[in-house]
């Protein structure tokens, strides 16, 4: 069962203008969301949380955004740099069950110079 | 380089042969994660775990799959038997004590099974 979804295989954004990349889940339980980032022969890494008390959560130029009601979560990206091409994966996981954590397929995120 | 490690990076294996990898996390990290992603997919949860007890295991882990973790430092999983629809990245992430629930990810180990 796909318990997180990432409905947008692939995006392409120009250098510079926003990246908004989308990710829903299904499973109420989930309290902690996590946003990787993958590049070609490495393994993801960790980019961006936001916990369920919160809606929002900063880190330089990405921005995590939850609405729990919609049980959606946003990452953007501003502004987008050729260098943030990559696949991202949003994560999701229970508190009472950190250690299952589940992913979305992924989106391809291209930056076009 | 203090990140997590796996070795090999690659390994092309035949059907019906036993493989093993490992996995050397970040070694303040008392928790291990091993996941397995195949194409057009993101990681699916495999077993993880805390020191060296083995804690969860996905039911995806069939009985050809085995993981330890003897001294609560590195992992290996093995998979004997092998089969074609075992052909995928196994990746191994770490986290550290407490709240933190931000997996380290290693870089993969690339299964072929022709």
């Known amino acids: 069962d796909q318990q997180v979804k990432q409905n947008s295989p692939s995006l392409s954004v120009q250098e510079g203008r926003i990246s908004i990349l989308n990710c829903d889940y299904t499973?109420?339980?989930?309290?902690?969301f996590l946003w990787y980032k993958k590049y070609p022969a490495e393994g993801p890494t960790f980019l961006i949380s936001i916990s369920s008390i919160k809606d929002k959560n900063e880190d330089g130029r990405f921005t995590v955004f939850l609405n729990k009601s919609a049980k959606h979560l946003s990452l953007h990206i501003v502004p987008s740099q050729p260098g943030d091409s990559a696949v991202y994966f949003c994560a999701a996981s229970a508190i009472y069950n950190n250690n299952d954590m589940r992913f979305g397929a992924g989106t391809r995120l291209t930056v076009k110079p | 380089d203090t990140g997590v490690s796996q070795d090999p990076r690659h390994k092309i294996t035949k059907r019906g042969q036993n493989v093993t990898f490992r996995c050397d996390p970040i070694?303040?990290?008392?928790?291990l994660y091993w996941y397995r992603q195949t194409l057009g997919q993101g990681p699916e949860f495999l077993t993880y775990?805390?020191?060296?007890?083995?804690?969860?295991k996905s039911r995806l882990l069939s009985d050809r799959f085995s993981a330890e973790r003897p001294k609560g430092s590195f992992s290996t999983l093995e998979i004997q038997r092998t089969e074609q629809g075992d052909s995928a990245m196994y990746l191994c992430?770490?986290?550290?004590?407490?709240?933190?629930?931000?997996?380290?990810f290693g870089p993969g180990t690339r299964l072929t099974v022709t």
């Open positions: 775990f805390q020191n060296e007890a083995q804690l969860e």
């Open positions: 070694s303040e990290h008392n928790r």
């Open positions: 992430a770490s986290s550290g004590r407490g709240g933190n629930y931000e997996q380290y």
């Open positions: 499973n109420s339980m989930f309290d902690y």
